[in-house]
């Protein structure tokens, strides 16, 4: 069965196929680590995940690469601002350094809790400044860049294609643009290298244009180039990359290598508050993966909602839609668990679930399929076996989960005692009503060989 995805560059459903029979090249762009990921940044990762999973359903063995963005970047897209480590650095009291690796230990533990997989290669800005300098030679003797008093430019002017991935109205652009460009000579120009001149910074590196540090977009092209070759199958990221950063990206490919990088652009739409448009790290008000867990949310919760919604569509995010993901999740973790173990996955279904998925990722038909499979009459065993199979796609981890072992209460175990003697004595009465009472508690009384036991009950 073939699997569709939307390719933002095309702006159409293509069926994929890859460059190698049976492997899948993707890159992924990962986070800035100047501060933690909100919850709005983990809904493209479990985006990405969710893509690798239907992938290596589908056969692909997946070579999935993500950076770490730890070079100190301008918090605006157009070259200028405050860097964001050195921000970071600032209002800590830790160097950029200390940072990145405290916001990279902290993003690595989310994505953890969240069930998504590691990624099959982690790679850092600052550990490949060399290939990105190599990048930027090669840009230039290809004759894209210019110099101005503070770094190297590309000049988008010279690429025909610029910006066809945004489809952007460059003309209109240019028009809007005309005063505060400062040196650019067109709004597009971005920088591949900035000079830090007089200034001090923690982050600095010798390059053949002089000390400075590289611009944001060109990491993800000398390292995509580096573990995935000049050209793969699919790079994914947020949709909010599709004007700038993955435009670049394309532009400094172009220049080297005369096509694209990736033959497929994937890209997540945005996790929205209620009653804001956005959740953006940079302004300080974003919901974290740790608030959820400070209200008492299983993190598995927030991706259940996040399977709700296509990943191209918006998805608004509350404490009462995240509720009922949570109810939702346990319903149907309680279920799977009191399901008998031992069956084979029923294979209509099988193909309906990969059809959905296969669907360009259509995970809330999947969901629902998985509360089909639990409402038709296919034995238990089969059930299960099914349940087990979409959830390598899903990922919200049914096979490892149990119920909570709670201590029974020594006032609950006196009571099971009470009516251990009252049975013995045949005094029937008494010990139903003693039952009661236990299940009043919360508990269940289950008589086994060995005596009674108490169980909690699932809620
Ligand atoms: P950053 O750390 O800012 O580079 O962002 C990391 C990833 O999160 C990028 O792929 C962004 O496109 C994505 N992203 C940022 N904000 C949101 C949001 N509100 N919803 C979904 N994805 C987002
Ligand atoms: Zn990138």
């Not at 993190?299 to 993901?325: C, I």
Request: proline content about 4%; hydrophobic content about 40%; glycine content about 8%.
């Amino acid at each position: 069965m073939e699997l569709t995805l939307y390719d933002t560059y095309e702006r159409r459903l293509r069926p994929f196929t890859s460059l190698e029979p049976g492997r899948a090249g993707l890159y992924a762009c990962g986070p800035t680590v100047y501060d933690y990921a909100h919850i709005g940044n983990l809904r493209t990762y479990l985006f990405g995940d969710t893509l690798r999973r239907v992938l290596q359903l589908n056969g692909f063995e997946a070579r999935h690469v993500v950076n770490i963005t730890d070079v100190g970047h301008l918090t605006s897209d157009a070259d200028s601002g405050e860097d964001k480590m050195e921000k970071g650095s600032r209002r800590t009291g830790r160097s950029a350094w200390e940072i990145a690796a405290y916001y990279t230990q902290a993003f690595l533990r989310d994505l953890e809790r969240l069930r998504i997989l590691a990624p099959t290669v982690w790679t850092r800005a600052t550990d490949h400044i060399p290939e990105q300098i190599d990048f930027i030679a090669g840009i230039e003797r290809a004759g894209f860049t210019y110099r101005t008093s503070d770094g190297i430019y590309f000049d988008t002017a010279r690429l025909e294609r610029y910006g066809h991935l945004a489809r952007l109205d460059i003309a209109g652009l240019r028009a809007g643009h005309r005063v505060d460009l400062g040196e650019k000579r067109a709004p597009t120009d971005f920088a591949l290298w900035k000079f830090i001149g007089d200034a001090t910074r923690q982050m600095e590196w010798d390059s053949p244009w002089g000390g400075g540090f590289p611009g944001w977009h060109i990491e993800c092209s000398a390292m995509s180039t580096r573990y995935l070759g000049a050209l793969f199958d699919i790079h994914v990221g947020g949709e909010d990359h599709v004007p700038v950063h993955h435009s670049n990206e394309i532009a400094q490919h172009e220049a080297c290598h005369g096509h694209p990088p990736a033959r497929y652009w994937l890209h997540g739409a945005f996790l929205r508050l209620q009653d804001s448009d956005k959740m953006s790290k940079s302004d300080g008000s974003f919901i974290r993966l740790d608030s959820l867990l400070a209200r008492g949310f299983d993190p598995l919760a927030y991706r259940y909602l996040a399977l709700t919604a296509h990943y191209r569509s918006k998805l608004v995010f509350s404490w009462t839609a995240l509720e009922a993901a949570q109810t939702a999740l346990g319903r149907l973790r309680r279920a799977y668990h009191q399901l008998p173990s031992g069956g084979t996955l029923d294979a209509a279904m099988r193909e309906r679930m990969l059809a959905a998925l296969n669907d360009d990722l259509n995970t809330p038909g999947a969901l629902a399929l998985a509360w089909e499979v639990l409402k038709s009459d296919l034995p238990g065993a089969v059930q299960k076996a099914t349940l087990a199979w979409l959830d390598e796609a899903l990922g919200l981890g049914l096979d490892t989960w149990r119920p909570e072992a709670r201590a029974v209460p020594d006032a609950v175990l006196a009571l099971i005692d009470a009516r251990q003697r009252a049975r013995a004595e045949r005094r029937w009465a008494d010990a139903d009503a003693l039952r009661a009472e236990i299940e009043a508690a919360g508990f269940a009384v289950r008589d086994t060989a060995a005596g009674p036991v108490a169980e909690p009950v699932p809620a």
